[in-house]
Structures are given as C-alpha cells and as structure tokens.
C-alpha cells in the first residue's frame, strides 16, 4: 500500500514538497509515478523515476517547476513542486510499476499499485 502525504493549500508561485512511502516495505525495485486528476478531467502523467534510479520523465506542463526523487534508502518518493500555478490544482496519486524495464512507462494502465492521493489547491 502507497501513502501519500504533503499535500495543502498554497499561494500561486508557492511550494509543496509530496511524499509517498510503502508500508513495510522498500520501493526500491519499482519505478515510481505521480499522476493528478483534476475535477472534470482524466487522470494525467506528471513525473516518474526509473526503478534503477538511472531516469526521470516528466510532463511537459511541469518540466523545470517539479521534481522527483527518491530517499537514499529507497523508502520514500518526493515530488518538489515550485512555481505552482492555479492549474496545478488537482488530487495526486502516487503509484508503482514492478516492470523492470529500460524506460519509464507513461500511462497510468503500466501502474498497478496506486496511493489514496493528496489534494493540491493552488489559489490564484
């Protein structure tokens, strides 16, 4: 099971910082995602780290504002988000992909394990 956390109220061009943790257990083999859904909208891709570490992919909305990382243990993903904009506002998910691959995998079908989500609102 993911858990997300860190989620809240922030101002335009403020900050939060996610985190998404397994319970008893490390996330260490599995490439990790964060998605968001918007009300009204479909699910969207908005960051992933390779398994290996090795790559990120990111959305091109958020490119050069998120980041994600993951702890030295491997226990923990991040996704830092700066310069929030009003459209950022969404529930995001946290999820897993246990396929072992070379590349990161975009589409929310590749992850079959998902968090319960944090909401982000950011007021303009």
């Known amino acids: 099971q993911l858990v997300e956390s860190g989620g809240g109220l922030v101002q335009t061009g403020g900050s939060l910082r996610l985190s998404c943790a397994a319970s008893?257990?490390?996330?260490?083999?599995?490439?990790m995602g964060w998605f968001r859904q918007a009300p009204g909208k479909e699910r969207e891709f908005v960051a992933a780290?390779?398994?290996?570490?090795?790559?990120?992919s990111y959305a091109d909305s958020v490119k050069g504002r998120f980041t994600i990382s993951r702890d030295n243990a491997k226990t923990t993903v991040f996704l830092q988000m700066n310069s929030l904009k009003p459209e950022d506002t969404a529930v995001y998910y946290c999820a897993a992909d246990w396929f072992n691959g070379d590349a990161v995998r975009l589409g929310a079908s590749s992850y079959g394990c998902w968090g319960q989500g944090t909401q982000v609102t950011v007021s303009s």
């Open positions: 008893g257990r490390t996330l260490s083999s599995y490439t």
């Open positions: 780290v390779l398994w290996s570490g090795r790559s990120t």
